[in-house]
């Protein structure tokens, strides 16, 4: 049985979009008064040309309009703007067209998940794709929905994965040519994970790539006995495309159980990796995992950047990529070849990384029954949090934990569907907001930061403090501005040369999304969700 779905229309938009084609998705570039993907384009560089708010006028920004969703679970989704009408979901699977220069509703879509829904981490969405006049959608239930753009009704709505086994949707699909890829959450529930490409006009599957490899795959042997069958290896933050090498990319998460791998001997592919799939095909062309046999729960669904520029001297099609595992790494995105990598935050479980990038695991950096202090802690450096890449500067931006840890104690892990298989208890002081002054801040505590790396040094060019840890995204702009946010409530605008801040806005609960911008009538906006509510600010006229 399909759960009940309301399409509610409110008023009919004034000028409907226009088709978003493939060419359009492929282009960003040319119409940045939009936001047409979850990344800004398929170089996940959340980067816009747009610099109309510079560092000297950011101060007048004004709140023009405010969004307040009808739910109270976590706002973690980045909208998507097509010629002045705004794609949102609010949690868990409703999906709103809203007026992008005033807030007002088009028409709001609602979606009931099944009952037997088992999200990991909270019932959230991150987000839609569009492809001509359709929007895609995935499900806590794990289902995949099309909808019409233009009137919100469904127009098919398909089962990717059985969430009673705890199979789920969280991220925000992605369009590659004349398919839509999506990839399934689950992995605490001992889910076997996969990548599935679908037709947009039918939902038919075209191509599946399994990241934990079937008897008889590549890799299927760096598992021990039967642990393939519970493998994990979910893939619920969106991937990257390159079309001139026709390649998917794609992070991988952890392993399961979590953090007891004794049934688990081998490296377990593909968990933690960074995978490169043919676009056509599905098929593996190369792969590179960061955390081998990862006992932490360090799963790589982090945001892969891709930069075409200089390495040493050469032009080279190069991957960014901040790992969960405290690493920042440079890989060549034609074959997967280590470049550099870099802590970018306290970490103990690795004592560095070896000339092909493997690390080189620390000794006493091993889960026990009493517990083992490790950096950084059970959230990681990052997370799913999406950095940014300016080619103004060509710095990479990191939404990053700094001196965090957690105590690592690991448990019997005994598979039984449908419930937690993590093999662990880790335990670490996720801080409250700190209310002392800058210079209360310790390694006891941790701190949210947004770290701007130099990827041609490995060096960090600047470092922006906060008072409490951060689960925002970031967005760089053409005027060389970084628009971020925090857990203590404030959306912030700072210099993205060298991290200097230069407006900030309460807006009242925490930032979990990655802030976008746009331009409607000759005027540049940027909105951000903060709590329960979606804000939309422009300059003061």
Known sequence: MIPRAIAVTFMLAAGLPA??????????????????????????????????????????????????????????????????????TEPPNNVVALDAKTGAIFWVYEYRPANDARPCCGSVNRGLAILGDTLFMGTIDSRLIA?????????????????????????????VKDKVIVGVAGAEYGISGFIAAYNPASGKEVWRFNTIPQPGEPGHETWAGDSWRHGGGSTWVTGS??????????????????????????????????????????????????????????????????????????????????????????????????????????????????????????ATATPTEAGTLIYPGVQGGTNWYSPSYS????????????????????????????????????????????????????????????????????????????????????????????FTGGREGYFYALDAKDGTMLWKAALGGPIAMGPITYRIDGRQYVAVAAGHALFTFAMRQ
């Open 19 to 88: 088709q978003v084609s493939w060419e359009r998705l492929l282009h960003p570039e040319r119409e940045p008064q939009n936001w047409l993907t979850y990344s800004g384009g398929s170089f996940s560089q959340r980067y816009s040309t747009l610099e109309d708010i510079k560092p000297d006028n950011v101060k007048t920004l004004e709140m023009q309009w405010v969004y307040q969703a009808r739910s109270l679970e976590k706002f973690e989704a980045t909208p998507l703007v097509v010629d002045g009408i705004m794609y949102l």
């Open 147 to 175: 909808i019409d753009a233009k009137a919100g009704r469904p127009i098919w709505n398909i089962r990717i994965g059985d969430p009673k086994a705890g199979y789920s949707i969280t991220q925000a699909p992605l369009i």
């Open 241 to 362: 495309y390159d079309a001139s090498l026709n390649t998917v990319y794609w992070g991988v998460g952890n392993p399961g159980a979590d953090w007891n791998a004794d049934n688990r001997q081998g490296d377990n592919l593909y968990s933690d990796c960074a995978i490169a799939l043919d676009a056509d095909t599905g098929k593996l062309k190369w792969y590179f995992q960061f955390t081998p046999h990862d006992e932490f729960d360090y799963d790589a669904v982090q945001v892969p950047v891709l930069v075409d520029g200089n390495w040493q001297g050469s032009p080279r099609k190069m991957m960014m990529w901040a790992n969960r595992n405290g690493f920042f790494y440079v890989l060549d995105r034609t074959n997967g070849k280590f470049l550099y990598g870099t802590p970018f935050t306290k970490e103990t479980w690795a004592t560095g990384l070896d000339e092909s990038g493997r690390p080189i695991r620390a």
């Open 391 to 482: 080619p103004r500067t060509g710095l990479f931006y990191i939404p990053s934990w700094q001196d965090y840890y957690m105590n690592l104690a690991k448990m019997p892990a005994e598979y039984n569907e449908g419930q937690r298989y993590t093999g662990g208890a880790p335990r670490s002081p996720v801080p409250t907001l700190q209310r002392g002054p800058i210079n209360t801040w310790t390694a006891e505590n941790g701190s949210g930061a947004v770290v701007a790396m130099d990827p041609n040094t490995g060096g960090k060019k600047w470092q922006f403090k906060m008072t409490d840890v951060t689960g925002s995204g970031i967005l760089t702009t053409a005027s060389d501005i970084v």
